[in-house]
């Protein structure tokens, strides 16, 4: 019954991950037009691409990064630890228990990135890092360009237990994307602020939702009616 409801949950989040998407895509493109900030950060972008797939693929950066951000998802949930392993391909985290956010929050949760941005955060209220700025979003773009890689493969380059683990395959897709779009979205606004309205995104998401979903009823309800 839980993995039938996971799925219902699935399939009506559908027009919000779509709506999402377009509403992220607006947002970037919006950022693009900062062409100095756009630059460096599409630099880190491009940098971890060439470096990714001509010369060292991160895999065991990404293990760590991943599994530890199982561990701390799992600490959040008041979950018990039990083991840790970090190996070259692969790697696990025991627990007493776990529910769909400690299985997926690797998958959403871009670790190195926050980790950048706590760092920069931290020593710019001792040091005046503006004149860094472009190197700091050089590496946001880098360790984003990670993030999305990096998620990109373990999904769908194996047979990943950790989406049946969470609830099935299409559940766990959904939420990993919608869960992306609104973590790279607050990204987005925490660099670009002024070019930013999550507030705006939202309710363009929301209405929209709402509108898809009056059309479907509506269009079930007709059919209904005149099949009677």
Request: net charge positive; with cysteine.
């Amino acid at each position: 019954m839980t993995r039938l409801l996971k799925l219902l949950i699935a399939l009506l989040l559908l027009p919000t991950a779509a709506l999402t998407f377009a509403e992220t895509a607006r947002i970037l493109f919006a950022v693009l037009g900062h062409l100095q900030a756009a630059v460096s950060f599409i630099a880190g972008v491009v940098v971890y691409a060439g470096v990714h797939y001509g010369y060292y693929d991160f895999s065991r950066p990404y293990v760590f990064a991943h599994e530890m951000t199982h561990a701390l998802a799992a600490l959040l949930c008041g979950c018990r630890i039990k083991d840790v392993s970090v190996g070259q391909d692969s790697g696990y985290v025991k627990m007493d228990r776990c529910n769909a956010f400690v299985v997926l929050a690797p998958y959403f949760v871009p670790a190195y990135t926050l980790a950048a941005a706590f760092v920069y955060a931290m020593a710019n209220l001792f040091v005046d890092l503006t004149p860094y700025r472009q190197v700091f979003l050089f590496v946001i773009g880098f360790c984003t360009a990670f993030h999305v890689t990096q998620t990109f493969k373990t999904l769908f380059e194996a047979d990943q237990p950790d989406l049946k683990l969470a609830g099935g395959k299409i559940f766990s897709v959904v939420m990993i994307t919608l869960a992306n779009l609104v973590v790279l979205a607050l990204v987005l606004k925490a660099l670009f602020p002024e070019a930013v309205s999550l507030a705006e995104a939202g309710k363009n998401v929301l209405a929209g939702t709402v509108n898809i979903w009056r059309i479907i009823v509506n269009y079930i309800v007709e059919k209904a009616v005149n099949a009677s």
